[in-house]
């Protein structure tokens, strides 16, 4: 695998990609044009062509053009959540004969939309999306980007990259279709979102339904802002969590009281958080090298920091003061509003990367290694930057 030449196996591939104005599916796509040399990339776009070049202005503007130069994307119009995605037919035929890999990135990560609408929106396409999938006649690989929090309702520990049997997925869907939950079917289980509990249901019932796709699912953790691709800091604000936590608390200070573990009374356990071109890089590398199944991409893929770590920054980079933080195990002391928001920043899961290890020293343009990066700078320069943005919105008011 070290020594294979990812572009030399890019340059035969046509894909398939969904979500491409999206934070992770923007930066699949400026490595799939400028870094690996695929050979031809369609691209699923929601309202007009125009909306995918204006939102590309906003989030890679010094990107966008070589990206079209290339000649190599093409753009459809179309709508995840319609049958056959809403494409013309005669691009669908087109598609149907040359695309070699689907890259599913599009989802909606609205925390707070409820459970029936999250359904609606991430399980249905995707199924849809794996039938259509099953009709290209060169298609090699299936890539379904979920989500790590599918297994949120999984105690502390550590969480392998495996599905975890909750019960009948088929009448876990079909009660939600009916009643708008999964109470009677899956009881005992508390996702930390509506939104983790929909991918864990698409993933279920994409393996249980497809048995002859050939499917992988990547799990990332939470995306963080890239270290350099397409640049540094990179990540539209709704697509990293972290940034989004912080941003609201410098807005917004409230106590700083979180819900701990017994196990980490001190905010020592591990924010799992990722760089947005490393999950990206994890992605591209599993295709290359075959891989099947189920994949995580976090912070053990990265460098693994902890709550109190996250905190300190915050604490120490912004101008503004802020904190204490206090950490709490006695769960009658009421949670600042913004933990009540993160509920997974004061879990202790550890996400296996079992399957992403043999990669940790290829080098290229798809390399995970961290050679010459400092992790602690990095996020000190990131919150500043955060804290200057904040400023500056404070001031136009």
């Known amino acids: 695998m070290q020594n294979q030449d990812p572009s030399a196996f890019f340059r035969g591939q046509t894909i398939f990609l969904t979500g491409g104005t999206g934070g992770l599916g923007g930066c699949l796509l400026y490595k799939l044009a400028l870094k690996v040399d695929a050979r031809k990339i369609f691209i ?25 130069a290339t000649k190599k994307v093409h753009l459809m119009v179309g709508d995840i959540t319609k049958r056959n995605c809403g494409i013309d037919p005669a691009i669908l035929a087109e598609m149907g004969e040359q695309v070699t890999l689907v890259i599913h990135c599009a989802a909606n990560t609205n925390l707070m939309a409820p459970i ?23 298609l090699s690989r299936f890539v379904h980007i979920s989500t790590a929090y599918v297994n949120s309702f999984l105690p502390d520990g550590v969480v392998e990259e495996k599905i975890y049997d909750t019960g009948d997925a088929e ?32 993933e279920r019932l994409l393996l249980l339904r497809n048995p002859c796709l050939p499917i992988l699912i990547v799990r990332p953790t939470a995306i963080g802002p890239a270290i350099s691709e397409p640049y540094s800091y990179y990540g539209p604000s709704q697509s990293c969590p972290v940034t989004t936590y912080i941003r609201t608390y410098m807005k917004a200070p409230d106590s700083g009281v979180f819900h701990v573990s017994a196990r980490h009374p001190t905010g020592s356990n591990i924010v799992d958080e990722i760089p947005v071109d490393f999950v990206a890089n994890i992605i591209l590398l599993h295709i290359v090298h075959g891989t099947g199944g189920i994949v995580h991409a976090g912070a053990q893929s990265y460098v693994p920091r902890t709550l109190s770590q996250f905190h300190s920054d915050i604490c ?36 296996s990367n079992r399957a992403t290890m043999s ?9 995970i290694a961290l050679e010459g990066h400092d992790a602690a700078r990095f996020m000190r320069n990131r919150v500043m930057i955060l804290a200057e943005e904040v400023l500056k919105s404070r001031t136009r008011l």
């Open 116 to 138: 029936h609408q999250t359904i609606a929106d991430n399980c249905i396409p995707t199924l849809q999306l794996a039938e259509l999938a099953s009709t290209f006649k060169n």
């Open 359 to 367: 990669f940790l020293a290829v080098k290229g343009p798809l390399s």
């Open 44 to 68: 699923l776009v929601r309202g007009s062509a125009a909306q995918a070049m204006a939102s590309w202005a906003k989030t890679i503007p010094g990107q966008i053009a070589s990206i079209l």
């Open 316 to 351: 120490a980079s912004s101008p503004s003061e802020f904190g204490p933080f206090t950490y709490v195990t006695d769960r009658t002391i009421e949670q600042g509003q913004h933990a009540q928001f993160w509920k997974a920043a004061s879990r202790d899961w550890h996400f």
């Open 171 to 202: 009448q876990q869907l079909l009660e939600v279709m009916q009643t708008g939950s999964v109470s009677h079917s899956a009881p005992k289980y508390d996702w930390v979102a509506p939104y983790t509990f929909s991918k864990y249901l698409t």
